[in-house]
Nanobody, 118 residues
Framework: QVQLVESGGGLVPPGGSLTLSCEAS????????MSWYHQAPGKERESVAS????????SYKDSVRGRFTISRDNAKKTMYLQMNSLKPDDTGVYYC???????????WGQGTQVTVSS
C-alpha cells in the first residue's frame, strides 16, 4: 500500500514562500498521477495542482496559477509544491494524493499545515 508523508509546512508572512514535499513509499511512484489539495478552515478540500505520472503535464487552480509550481522527482519518489507570494487565503492544511494510472486507486497523506499571517 502506498504511504505518503508531507512536510515543509509552517508559518510564513504574506508574500513569503514555502516548499512542500510529499514522499511516497511506493517504488513504482512513476506510475502514479499526483496532486496537491488545500483545505482551508471550515471549507472543503480542493485540488490546487496536479502533475501527470510522466511529469509532462501539470494543471493548477486559477487562484494559484503563476504563484505555485508543482514538480516531481520520480527517482526520489517525491513530489513538491513551491509556493510563492503567499496570501492569507492560502492558509490551511495541504494534502498530497496519489492516483494509480493502472488501478485508479487513490491514496492520501496526513497533511501539513500552512499558515500565512503577519
Amino acid at each position: 500500500q502506498v504511504q505518503l508523508v508531507e512536510s515543509g509546512g509552517g508559518l510564513v508572512p504574506p508574500g513569503g514562500s514555502l516548499t512542500l514535499s510529499c514522499e511516497a513509499s511506493e517504488f513504482t511512484f512513476r506510475r502514479y498521477a499526483m496532486s496537491w489539495y488545500h483545505q482551508a478552515p471550515g471549507k472543503e478540500r480542493e485540488s490546487v495542482a496536479s502533475i501527470a505520472s510522466a511529469s509532462d503535464s501539470t494543471s493548477y487552480k486559477d487562484s494559484v496559477r503563476g504563484r505555485f509550481t508543482i514538480s516531481r522527482d520520480n527517482a526520489k519518489k517525491t513530489m513538491y509544491l513551491q509556493m510563492n507570494s503567499l496570501k492569507p487565503d492560502d492558509t490551511g492544511v495541504y494534502y498530497c494524493k496519489a492516483r494509480s494510472v493502472q488501478t485508479m486507486e487513490e491514496y492520501w497523506g496526513q497533511g501539513t499545515q500552512v499558515t500565512v499571517s503577519s
